[in-house]
């Protein structure tokens, strides 16, 4: 758990937060600069399309973060009816969010690469502790928000990516509707069980960046 890292190392705990404040921030920017970059303005109009991370910051979400390991940050709105690509649109600025937080795992992991390779800082650095949280925080948000349930980006991913006659309109009020009750629930059940499901797959994708970069 994040939390225990309070009592156990405070400077570590910090460092956790700034990579969970970071990876939020950049995954609910880039869902507004797409918004714009799609012709839309609402995001901009409500002050989202900033770097400011108390814009995007979800007082709730980033303490179920910190407790609980999973969250999530303020949705970014958008008006379908201004997107200039109206089918693909709400696809493509819901991927805009994982994709800047895979940009981040590949940007943190660079510099991770290069610092173990030139031995430029001794291993018990915090530098080290910080872009290894950076490079675990922003892969798990990406994948976690690929996750095609509502409210995750990757609903709006499979509603663009499924064929007209199974996008109906009973199937995605359906979804919509119960879509976040089911995402609790596993997020409550893979909380509490031995098994861990959800956990044990961010943990190895963790793991699997991590020795790509060290």
Known sequence: MILQLLFHDPLLFVIWIVAIVYAITIHEFAHAFAGSLE??????SMG???LNPLSHIDPWGFLMLVLVGFG??????FNPM???HKRWGPGLI???GPVANIASVLLFGLVHKILVLTNALPPENYLFALLQFMIQMNAILALFNLIPIPPLDGSKLLFALLPANARSFRFRLFLE???PMLLIGLI???SFSSASILGSIFGWI???FFTIFS
């Open 39 to 44: 012709g839309d303005r609402t995001a901009e």
């Open 48 to 50: 989202r399309l900033t």
């Open 72 to 77: 999530w940050g303020r949705p970014v709105p």
């Open 82 to 84: 201004y997107l200039r």
């Open 94 to 96: 819901s991927l805009a």
């Open 177 to 179: 509707q119960y879509g």
């Open 188 to 190: 409550i059940i893979d």
């Open 206 to 208: 963790g793991s699997f």
